[in-house]
């Protein structure tokens, strides 16, 4: 190895051993703050966006649920599902308009069974930068794929004019890229879709139940409801504190998976006391209550983005949970995370496969319960190290 190269690649190894996520860490009751090696780190490495892991109302009936329900035990859901399923479901439903949801212990999975067994495609058309649960279920499916530049729609259509004209095809794509914050082109991506009579797989775990009126997430780029040509993929970790991801599509699509997806029948199904979260959850989603946490949210997002601003910098998304600080000096990037390590502030590092070679991240992630004061902390982080 060239001798800057390996340069290079230790100063991001030093960089990596500072993200503190890589460690063990350990929540407390407040939320905001992890326990690591024993000292309290302020959480900006973990995603609940909307802060209802620490919400006191939420917990309460988390704790009624065990007291009257018992923890519950594991069954394939083709067996056993909690009837909270079917709350789930209906809200989930209501939000996407999509008439079926299926529901699968993780996102991932439900990419994998939706990709690989719930529709019927020829070729598939996929973002660079997608998530890696998408590209590990086209392998499994063994289509022809085309791997597109990033968010480029341009190369997509050109792409498009040249395929079979007998073929289907299907654009999947991430609806907010976890790297980086940013939301995929999803109108135009539809249009081309709809243009080419293909479907449109989207994997919206990081919008779902924070974007949009209904929190709907990047659905709210396209027609209400979608078209049949529409599969809406999302999680209920990430927003909602919960457990496991959904499939929203046709009824017909929804009854194939169930029926040959392995993802499906040979997994556990959501535990009882996470299917009771999860039900609460997505029926706090357009309440009152749901739109303060939103607002709580992009009000943290909106301090942070004009501090980082204030200094010379910018994030990468114009608006995102997903606050990602891109830096191509690797010395730069060691100052900032042995600094944030000083002040016990806890992050992620992203760098290669994620994104390409010489293409460094520092990513947090915010949430409606991290306070003004949280933020100032970070931003002074910055301040401090940023050249």
Request: with cysteine; hydrophobic share 40%.
């Amino acid at each position: 190895m060239p001798r800057l190269e390996l340069e290079n690649q230790n100063l991001f190894d030093i960089a990596v051993k500072e993200s503190f996520l890589l460690q063990k860490g350990f929540p407390i009751n407040s939320g905001r703050y992890l326990v690591i090696n024993g000292e309290q780190y302020l959480d900006f490495s973990t995603a609940s966006y909307l802060g209802l892991d620490c919400d006191r109302e939420f917990m309460e009936f988390a704790i009624s649920t065990i007291e009257s329900c018992g923890l519950g035990r594991c069954s394939s859901p083709l067996y056993v599902a909690p009837d909270y399923y079917e709350v789930i479901k209906k809200n989930i439903s209501k939000i996407t308009q999509l008439p079926d949801v299926v529901l699968l212990s993780s996102t991932s999975l439900a990419n994998m069974a939706a990709i690989r067994y719930g529709l019927s495609f020829d070729y598939a058309y996929v973002d660079k930068f997608c998530h890696r649960s998408i590209a590990e279920a086209i392998k499994m499916r063994r289509s022809s794929v085309h791997y597109y530049n990033h968010t480029d729609i341009e190369a997509l259509r050109i792409a498009f004019k040249n395929k079979k004209s007998n073929s289907i095809p299907a654009i999947i794509t991430d609806g907010v890229y976890s790297v980086s914050g940013i939301t995929a082109p999803v109108s135009d991506l539809y249009n081309i879709s709809q243009e080419y009579r293909g479907y449109l797989i989207i994997d919206d775990a990081h919008g779902f139940g924070i974007d949009g009126k209904y929190g709907e997430g990047t659905l709210r780029y396209l027609p209400r409801p979608p078209t049949n040509n529409v599969i809406y993929i999302g999680s209920l970790t990430k927003s909602l504190s919960g457990y496991g991801g959904f499939i929203a599509c046709l009824q017909d699509i929804g009854k194939r998976i169930r029926k040959v997806s392995p993802q499906y029948g040979f997994s556990c199904s959501i535990p009882l006391i996470y299917s009771a979260i999860n039900s609460y959850a997505c029926q706090l989603i357009g309440s009152s209550k749901w739109i303060n946490l939103v607002n709580r949210l992009k009000n943290n997002w909106l301090t942070l983005n004009n501090g980082i601003a204030k200094l010379g910098r910018s994030l990468m998304a114009t608006y995102s949970p997903i606050a990602v600080l891109k830096l191509s000096d690797l010395y730069e990037m060691k100052r900032i995370c042995i600094a944030l390590r000083n002040e016990k502030v806890s992050f992620n590092v992203v760098g290669f496969p994620a994104v390409p070679i010489g293409d460094y991240r520092i990513r947090f992630c915010l949430s409606a319960s991290h306070t003004i004061e949280d933020i100032t902390k970070l931003l002074s982080v910055f301040k401090n190290s940023l050249a």
